[in-house]
């Protein structure tokens, strides 16, 4: 089936019945997944245990529109990922402190902020619940224009370097996010 993406995602194998160890080599082989319409084709014990150390995974439903969700969210991991840049807070610089880097040994500038809208953010749990972070990237504005916007222009080439929190402590602990009306320390790489 071809979509508006130009993918194609070509079917390795269509058959009735269960699954088979045939089907499980294929699959591996051809990095594909099996998908299952009904209890008529649930594999047999050895047969999934084949599957589960081939990394080959088998999704059983009895209900049509379940597995279009399930073969939806399968193919989507293939997409290209699309960027979309979201502001999740604005903060005012109050001072900027030179400071030494306990790793590099060299010198470096951290802003010290007042948070006024939203939250800042060192990096962001991804919505799905994923291992790996978001990105955040940050813009930094002076009187209204833009002093850096490497984050937007990362956005249009869709790579992901752009400007990175290294740092975002509260007084001396790090953490994760500040919200507004808080101050904080961010070190920008």
Same mark, same amino acid.
């Given at each position: 089936t071809e979509s508006k993406l130009d993918i194609v995602i070509d079917p390795v194998e269509m058959s009735t019945g269960v699954v088979t160890m045939n089907d499980v080599i294929m699959?591996? +082989?051809?990095?594909?997944?099996?998908?299952?319409? @009904?209890?008529?084709?649930?594999?047999?014990?050895?047969t999934k245990?084949?599957?589960? +150390?081939? +990394?080959?995974?088998?999704?059983?439903? $009895?209900?049509?529109y379940r #597995?279009?969700? $399930?073969?939806?969210?399968?193919?989507?991991?293939?997409?290209? !990922? +699309?960027? !979309?840049?979201? !502001?999740?807070?604005?903060?005012?610089?109050?001072?900027?402190?030179p400071v030494t880097d306990a790793?590099?040994?060299?010198?470096?500038?951290?802003?010290?902020?007042?948070?006024t809208e939203g939250h800042l953010y060192k990096d962001k749990s991804s919505r799905d619940g994923g291992e790996k972070? #978001?990105?955040?990237?940050?813009?930094v504005l002076r009187r209204g224009e833009v002093v850096?916007?490497?984050?937007? $222009?990362?956005?249009k080439k869709k790579n992901n370097s752009g400007i990175i929190a290294s740092s975002l402590r509260k007084v001396k602990e790090d953490v994760d996010s500040v919200r507004r009306g808080?101050?904080? @320390? #961010?070190?920008?790489?």
């Open positions: 699959a591996r +082989e051809s990095n594909a997944g099996i998908f299952v319409f @009904g209890k008529v084709g649930i594999a047999d014990k050895v245990n084949v599957a589960t +150390e081939s +990394e080959v995974e088998i999704r059983n439903h $009895d209900i049509i #597995l279009l969700e $399930d073969a939806k969210e399968f193919f989507g991991k293939y997409l290209p !990922v +699309e960027n !979309v840049e979201k !502001v999740h807070g604005k903060a005012n610089v109050q001072a900027v402190f790793k590099t040994k060299k010198s470096v500038s951290v802003a010290g902020l007042r948070v972070p #978001l990105s955040c990237f940050y813009r850096t916007d490497v984050a937007s $222009d990362a956005m808080e101050e904080c @320390g #961010l070190g920008l790489e």
